[in-house]
């Protein structure tokens, strides 16, 4: 008595006449992908699992070729054959322990009768080096951060400065006090700015100052007398 259709993929013919035309998208699918993708079409017409494997290709993937055995998944699938057991992009792991990213599709005769499925596993060994690269590269999370300033010219890098040290005391410069402007200097003298020309002029006219005033304190930031 034929089974009662089942969820999945139906064909309404039998392996003899699918498989030639899935040859040439497992051939696509393999192409596309790379050599790390392997494409393998099993027959489960008559149930001989130590058999299954019609046509495999990149079969290097999983060390397997034509006429090798199904998987486990394969005999889940009789089991319990009613059911739909197509499974996309789920994870499993070869015989030498290698992730692999897989998804299966069981294809149908016109009875509903599972006759062949159709496998892609994607070997991720490539993709963990690439990662594991770039995470060499980039840095692990608990890097130490510092604030480096690239500029077309030092004025730049240098007007960065001063907007990052008037920033650190939390006023506008309308609002600031004296101390205020002694600690923009003295954050401007510990990050070095002073070697640039001219500086000094460009700091006082920012924190509305004149440039004896802006030396003086510079000074007693220096003499640890402020």
């Known amino acids: 008595m034929p ?3 089942a969820p999945g993929r139906t064909a309404a013919t039998g392996l003899d006449d699918l498989a030639p035309i899935l040859r040439p998208v497992m051939k696509a699918v393999a192409a596309a992908v790379g050599p790390h993708c392997e494409v393998v079409l099993h027959d489960l017409t008559g149930h001989e699992m130590e058999s299954t494997i019609a046509a495999i290709e990149n079969g290097h993937v999983t060390g397997r070729s034509v006429g090798g055995p199904s998987t486990n998944l394969g005999l889940e699938t009789l089991r ?13 792991r070869t015989a030498d322990g290698r992730d692999l990213r897989s998804s299966s599709v069981f294809i149908r005769d016109a009875d509903g009768r599972v006759i062949a499925s159709l496998c892609v596993n994607v070997d991720m060994t490539p993709f963990h080096a690439a990662r594991a690269g770039i995470d060499e590269i980039i840095g692990s999370a608990d890097a130490p951060a510092r604030e480096e300033i690239f500029a077309q010219d ?9 907007e990052s040290a008037i920033a650190a005391t939390g006023r506008t410069v309308a609002l600031m006090s004296r101390e205020d402007k002694i600690a923009v200097l003295r954050f401007l003298d510990d990050k070095g700015a002073f070697f640039v020309k001219r500086s000094v002029d460009r700091v006082a006219r920012r924190l509305g100052v004149s440039r004896v005033t802006a030396y003086n304190y510079l000074d007693q930031i220096r003499a640890g007398t402020p």
């Open 3 to 5: 089974a009662e259709r």
């Open 154 to 162: 030092i004025s730049e890098v240098l007007d960065n400065l001063i």
């Open 80 to 92: 319990s054959e009613e059911e739909d057991h197509d499974e996309f992009g789920y994870r499993a």
